[in-house]
């Protein structure tokens, strides 16, 4: 059974970095893509990044040019580099895999079979 294990959660001042990872074990995809959530109470879990095996990634509007998604397939592991953090990147960050399935929105929350845990992000101002 796939398992997601996630680390790097944590509090940082507007402007700061931090680097979040999430490990996977027990893939059986041939073919699979990971991604990264976010969600903050009383609203809905909203896509951050995906990568695939092919290494195509895509971003939210709201993150592209600070966010980097990578994907280290030998090691089954999804990283995201978050640089520049604003108070509203705050959330608990949820990581999610899934198979690789064309066409498919990558940042709907139901395509993803497995989540991990979740890891909190707080930007202070």
């Known amino acids: 059974q796939t398992q997601l294990a996630e680390s790097g959660g944590g509090s940082v001042q507007t402007g700061g970095s931090l680097t979040l990872s999430c490990r996977a074990s027990?893939?059986?995809?041939?073919?699979?893509?990971m991604a990264w959530f976010r969600q903050v109470p009383g609203k809905e879990r909203e896509g951050v990044a995906a990568?695939?095996?092919?290494?195509?990634?895509n971003y939210a509007d709201s993150v592209k040019g600070r966010f980097t998604a990578s994907l280290d397939v030998g090691k089954d592991t999804l990283t995201l580099a978050m640089n520049n953090l604003k108070p509203e990147d705050s959330g608990t960050y949820y990581c999610?895999?899934?198979?690789?399935?064309?066409?498919?929105?990558?940042?709907?929350?139901?395509?993803?079979?497995?989540w991990g845990q979740g890891t909190p992000v707080t930007v202070h101002s």
């Open positions: 990568r695939d095996m092919a290494g195509s990634t």
């Open positions: 027990g893939v059986t995809y041939l073919h699979y893509q």
């Open positions: 999610a895999a899934g198979p690789w399935e064309a066409g498919a929105s990558w940042h709907s929350p139901p395509r993803y079979p497995y």
